[in-house]
């Protein structure tokens, strides 16, 4: 566990801090009755984050065995801080309690966790985050396999890249509000480069602007670059860097927090449910799943509670 996302979290762990921090975010959001809002959620609000805290601080001393169980649980808390800035009547209903996500039943033979697919359930955490965080709506019953939402994950790419000898993610340029795509990109898009403006002012909104010696030059939204929201704009933590997908139908369009969820979710249930598979590719390393999964491990211990901590801080 990194100490400086959480040491920026910890900056919440008062009741006269998350007051004033809550009043403002309700105030900013035209709701009713900020102050009232702001008052009953404070310590709930401070409770979530110093839970998610535990449930971190366990993990990084935890085995691999049942790290990613207490990762879930963290990241489920962590979410929760979050949504109570979006949504202070959280929890208003019992059915936004359960996870929203279910995972299909696994077949003991041939198995391939890269293969696996979760679903997003009507009702739950999963649905009541990408509504009430990003305005994400129309995803229920949607299915997701393992290594479409692991290919999103940039920290994930020299995996991908070692195990298939290939190229998920190209590189793009972000300086202000402009983000530069090299003209090497839309090859891999069988497009022209008129087509290929087109095409992601479409299906990204973002505005093309013009064409700069080898790149091709995009405004996008101010919620488009950040790397805790944007739905397309893949963010490597480690190397400080850009993506996006190489191919056109790769685009997930889902902030990376939601594919974090989605991810660690599956891991879970396996270590807590499929203790057969779980050990003999821990301890016996039969596939390239394991490399796959540990360092998503390692990936999302320290980087969601960044994402988290960003999320917070935007409105500060």
């Known amino acids: 566990m990194r100490d400086l996302e959480w040491k920026e979290l910890s900056l919440f762990y008062s009741v006269e801090s998350s007051q004033k921090f809550l009043n403002k975010v309700y105030t900013e959001r035209g709701m009713e009755e900020p102050k009232r809002y702001a008052f009953k959620n404070s310590e709930r609000f401070i409770f979530f984050i110093k839970h998610a805290e535990s449930f971190y601080k366990q993990a990084s001393l935890s085995p691999l065995e049942i790290k990613p169980i207490l990762l879930f649980y963290g990241m489920s808390q962590l979410l929760k801080a979050c949504l109570l800035t979006t949504d202070p009547s959280y929890p208003s209903h019992a059915s936004v309690l359960a996870h929203g996500v279910t995972a299909r039943k696994r077949k003991k033979q041939n198995y391939s966790f890269r293969d696996d697919e979760v679903k997003v359930q009507r009702n739950g955490l999963c649905i009541h985050v990408m509504k009430h965080l990003f305005g994400i709506a129309g995803l229920e019953e949607e299915r997701y396999t393992m290594k479409k939402l692991l290919t999103a994950i940039p920290e994930l790419h020299a995996v991908f890249h070692f195990q298939e000898k290939k190229n998920w993610l190209t590189k793009v ?87 974090h969820y989605l991810v660690l979710y599956n891991v879970g249930m396996i270590a807590r449910y499929e203790t057969e598979w779980w050990y003999e590719l821990l301890t016996q390393h039969v596939s390239d799943d394991y490399v796959m999964i540990r360092r998503f491990l390692e990936v999302t211990e320290r980087k969601f509670p960044y994402y988290a901590s960003n999320f917070l801080k935007q409105y500060l």
């Open 173 to 259: 340029e972000l300086k202000d509000n402009l983000i530069s795509v090299p003209e090497h990109a839309v090859i891999h898009y069988n497009m022209s480069d008129t087509r290929f403006a087109e095409y992601i002012s479409h299906h990204l909104n973002w505005s093309f602007v013009r064409k700069d010696h080898k790149n091709l030059v995009f405004e996008a939204a101010p919620i488009d670059r950040e790397p805790w929201s944007s739905p397309n704009l893949l963010f490597h933590l480690e190397n400080n860097q850009y993506y996006i997908p190489s191919q056109r139908d790769h685009f997930l369009h889902l902030p990376e927090m939601i594919i």
